[in-house]
């Protein structure tokens, strides 16, 4: 029993490692595209708003990203273990689907010190050449592609989780359902969007992990009792 019980509190320890991660992430993305503006500023001038953003800012946000992203799926670990006794294809499918999502928020992250550092340079170029503004438009349109894959798996994982739980057969109640990652992005967004300046311009760039955040929070809050006793 006590082993039992000592592998469930290393689920739980894993747990909190990996929301760490997340709320490290966050700090990145304050330093990576943060600036003293509104919510809605951020999601409409798109990513040339990063042109004036400082080259160290881009390079230390980008880096401690990439760095610290990876550790955010030690936070998906407990949610597997909460989902699992639906069975073992739907949980995995769930988890593989969110653990790609996470890992293709590395390649989202780095893309920003291309497109900041490609919008900086076209900026500061008297000539403010053809070609800086085509290289500078396909990292965005690259950017662009990284958004719709994660969005799709997003979906996808989401939607096997609201299956499993109000199905009743996960450590959830059924009411947990409306909480899967989906939502909590489309809960989120529009809080984030009407925030005013200046703090809205700081919160806005970190939207994504702050949702991820609320999930891994939500999720270890719900089944916090059922997973101390967990059998694994």
Not at 73 to 99: D, E, T
Not at 212 to 224: D, E, K, L, R
Request: charged share 10%; proline share 5%.
């Amino acid at each position: 029993m006590e082993k039992k019980t000592s592998k469930a509190n290393i689920v739980l320890i894993l747990s909190f490692l990996g929301m760490a991660s997340v709320f490290v992430t966050i700090i990145s993305d304050f330093i990576l595209i943060g600036k003293p503006s509104a919510g809605s500023s951020f999601f409409m001038l798109g990513t040339e708003s990063m042109w004036d953003i400082a080259p160290w800012r881009i390079t230390a946000g980008a880096f401690i990203g990439v760095v610290v992203l990876p550790f955010q799926l030690l936070g998906l670990i407990p949610l597997y273990f909460a989902l699992k006794s639906a069975g073992r294809v739907l949980p995995l499918m769930a988890m593989i689907a969110n653990a790609h999502t996470l890992l293709m928020g590395v390649a989202f992250h780095i893309s920003y010190a291309y497109i900041g550092s490609g919008w900086r340079l076209y900026h500061e170029n008297d000539l403010q050449n053809k070609i800086t503004l085509e290289m500078v438009d396909q990292f965005d349109f690259y950017w662009f592609l990284l958004v719709v894959i994660m969005l799709i798996e997003l979906i996808f994982s989401s939607t096997i989780y609201t299956i499993i739980v109000l199905k009743g057969k996960s450590l959830f109640p059924k009411w947990m359902a409306v909480f899967n990652p989906i939502c909590i992005v489309l809960f989120t967004f529009p809080i984030v969007f009407l925030l005013p300046s200046p703090i809205g311009g700081y919160i806005a760039p970190a939207y994504l992990n702050i949702s991820t955040m609320i999930f891994f929070v939500i999720t270890i809050t719900a089944g916090y009792k059922k997973l101390k006793n967990l059998e694994i």
